[in-house]
Nanobody, 130 residues
Framework: QVQLVESGGGSVQAGASLRLSCAAS????????MGWFRQAPGKEREFVAT????????YYADSVKGRFTILRDNAKNTVYLQMNSLEREDTAIYYC???????????????????????WGQGTQVTVSS
């Protein structure tokens, strides 16, 4: 079974950058679509970005498009989220997730839905102040 551990969160000023990492252990994630989600206080968990197993295709939420970049290094079994031009509205706990085949089937592969991902990390806090 894959375990995911996020890191790289912190408290920054608006306009700053952060790079989140999601390190996998237990088995390789090279065959999984990976995603980043976030959950702000009092809100539902929402889709941020996803990357295909090969890294050839990526998709982003409109709210982060042009500011965030999702990357993966399969040799290091790690996925990254480069976040630039951070805004107060980006404050949330950020979660990394792996899309397992069973979860993908139940959600018809809709990568923007949380049920489409079967393995989750514990999250890392990002706080942006103005």
């Amino acid at each position: 079974q894959v375990q995911l551990v996020e890191s790289g969160g912190g408290s920054v000023q608006a306009g700053a950058s952060l790079r989140l990492s999601c390190a996998a252990s237990g088995r390789t994630i090279s065959s999984y679509r990976m995603g980043w989600f976030r959950q702000a206080p009092g809100k539902e968990r929402e889709f941020v970005a996803t990357i295909s197993w090969s890294g050839s295709s990526t998709y982003y939420a409109d709210s982060v498009k042009g500011r965030f970049t999702i990357l993966r290094d399969n040799a290091k079994n790690t996925v990254y989220l480069q976040m630039n031009s951070l805004e107060r509205e980006d404050t949330a706990i950020y979660y990394c997730a792996a899309q397992t085949s069973s979860a993908a089937q139940t959600s018809s592969g809709r990568y923007w839905l949380t049920p489409s991902y079967g393995i989750w990390g514990q999250g890392t806090q990002v706080t942006v102040s103005s």
